[in-house]
């Protein structure tokens, strides 16, 4: 037995303990002077640093990032890391943008060298960014799936993802079988699902790209194995919403399509939920399933506007999502940005709070993995960010007119972006440390 790892890291310091939308002021805490006691990459306890310093062992390594402010890690929860190289394409909508950009960029990871290259450059970028957690969408090749899972086990990072199912509307090049797929699927499941911080999801594209034999086997792989996550897309264009309506005539909606094969439940995962109604999100609510909710794909892609409010209202699980490619950063800071603006146009208010909740706590939540990331309580994973406020010359200048906690976080929301964040930790250890220009180290 090795005697236990500790160190402490200082800076102002906040999470949330709960959700701010129903336990307001009491939904965080904030130390302006913090400390972060870590034992073997765990939390070991949190509290005001002259306090905490005051009993604990001089020698005790201290990491200070005073002047800064530290939160949980970011948890991304949908974005495709295959769709790393053609975000920023130009010009179309769902059904045309999966046709001309990403079915050509996803044929590339038939090469797993390919898929090697692209899975380190997504699992750095993402904790350039600050996000530590994610469930990602590979492509249809077992490869590309072996890939990310080896890129994220190097980092430690915690990353959910799935060979991608599709068996028809879809380029020859990329087409499985319904009996292919699941036999590839369980294969995968066997060899990385629950292998340190690393979990399998059964990955439909979405009901139009899957006959009903390949949902049909999809959703019983999902039922099999208690642990297992279940992503897909759901409700995001209205073409799509038509199409699949066409292809099952007998759902009464398209959600309906995936509740019909067993795929609603605990850690199944649906990006968008814009074109949904109220039995659907009520069916979502009652059997556990959660929502991503993706604003800067939502926009760019002109698929519409998520109802928030509604989904809160009836008790939805509700998580954040860049869905990269069609997402247009891999910063949730400027993903948060875009949620504000859509939430305007709808008529509500995000609050900072509900934001930065929505980014850690929350997202962690929709995932149920609230137990194991999300915030510093004691024995939690010490994944976290480091922001800057003052990473900008903007920035410093608007946050020296900021009064409050809240108008400090906003301001970070809408000006902040991969800039901002000078240090990503993961299980304890810096995993990205943002590099100092000489005018900044002087
Ligand atoms: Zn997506």
């Given at each position: ?79 495709h890391?295959a769709q790393t190289d053609i975000i920023a394409s130009h010009g179309e909508q769902l059904l045309a943008w999966l046709e001309k950009y990403t079915f050509p960029a996803e044929a590339r990871f038939a ?26 969408f590979?492509t249809v ?23 991608v199912?599709m068996?028809r509307h879809c380029p020859d090049f990329l087409r ?29 594209r979405f009901?139009a790209t ?23 897309h759901?409700?995001e264009n209205q073409g799509e919403?038509?199409w ?53 794909s939502n926009l760019f892609l002109g698929s ?19 869905d990269v490619g069609a997402g247009t ?114």
């Amino acid at each position: 037995m090795s005697t236990p790892h500790l160190h402490a890291v200082r800076g102002e310091i906040l999470h949330f303990i709960a959700d701010p939308a129903s336990a307001g002021e009491a939904a965080f805490e904030h130390f302006a002077d913090g400390l972060l006691l870590l034992r073997d990459g765990h939390v070991a306890e949190l509290g005001p640093a002259p306090e905490l310093l005051a009993r604990l062992p001089a020698e005790l390594p201290l990491t200070d990032h005073r002047g800064k402010l530290i939160l949980p890690g970011f948890v991304d929860t949908h974005i495709h890391y295959a769709q790393t190289d053609i975000i920023a394409s130009h010009g179309e909508q769902l059904l045309a943008w999966l046709e001309k950009y990403t079915f050509p960029a996803e044929a590339r990871f038939a090469d797993p060298a390919h898929a090697r290259g692209v899975a380190d450059f997504f699992c750095d970028e993402l904790l350039r960014n600050g996000t530590t957690t994610a469930l990602a969408f590979a492509t249809v090749h077992a490869a590309s799936v072996d890939a990310l899972f080896e890129a994220a086990l190097a980092r430690r990072m915690r990353m959910i993802t799935g060979k991608v199912l599709m068996d028809r509307h879809c380029p020859d090049f990329l087409r499985d079988t319904a009996a292919g797929g699941d036999a590839e699927s369980k294969a995968l499941i066997e060899r990385w699902h629950g292998r340190d911080r690393l979990q399998y999801a059964v990955t439909p594209r979405f009901a139009a790209t899957s006959t009903p034999e390949q949902m049909r086997l999809a959703g019983r792989l999902y039922a099999e194995h208690p642990g297992l996550y279940l992503q897909s897309h759901v409700a995001e264009n209205q073409g799509e919403v038509a199409w699949v309506a066409g292809l099952y005539p007998e759902a009464r909606s398209y959600l309906d399509v995936y509740d019909r094969f067993g795929q609603l439940g605990m850690r199944s995962v649906y990006a968008h939920c814009i074109w949904l109604d109220d039995t659907d999100r009520r069916r979502m609510a009652e059997t556990g399933a959660a929502i991503s909710f993706c604003p800067t794909s939502n926009l760019f892609l002109g698929s519409g506007l998520f109802d928030l409010g509604r989904a809160r209202e009836l008790g939805l699980r509700v998580g954040l999502g860049t869905d990269v490619g069609a997402g247009t950063s891999f910063s949730m800071l400027q993903t948060l940005n875009e949620a504000y603006k859509v939430l305007q146009l709808k008529g509500q208010k995000l609050s900072a709070a509900s934001a930065f909740h929505l980014a850690t706590l929350g997202g962690a939540h929709s995932l149920y993995l609230d137990e194991r990331v999300g915030n510093f309580l004691p024995g939690k994973e010490a994944d976290f960010v480091v922001l800057d406020p003052a990473a900008t010359p903007l920035l410093a200048r608007r946050m020296a007119c900021a009064q409050t906690l809240d108008e400090r976080l906003f301001v970070l929301m809408m000006l902040g972006d991969d800039r901002t964040v000078a240090a990503t930790y993961v299980m304890g250890e810096a995993a990205w440390v943002r590099a100092l220009t000489p005018a900044r180290a002087a």
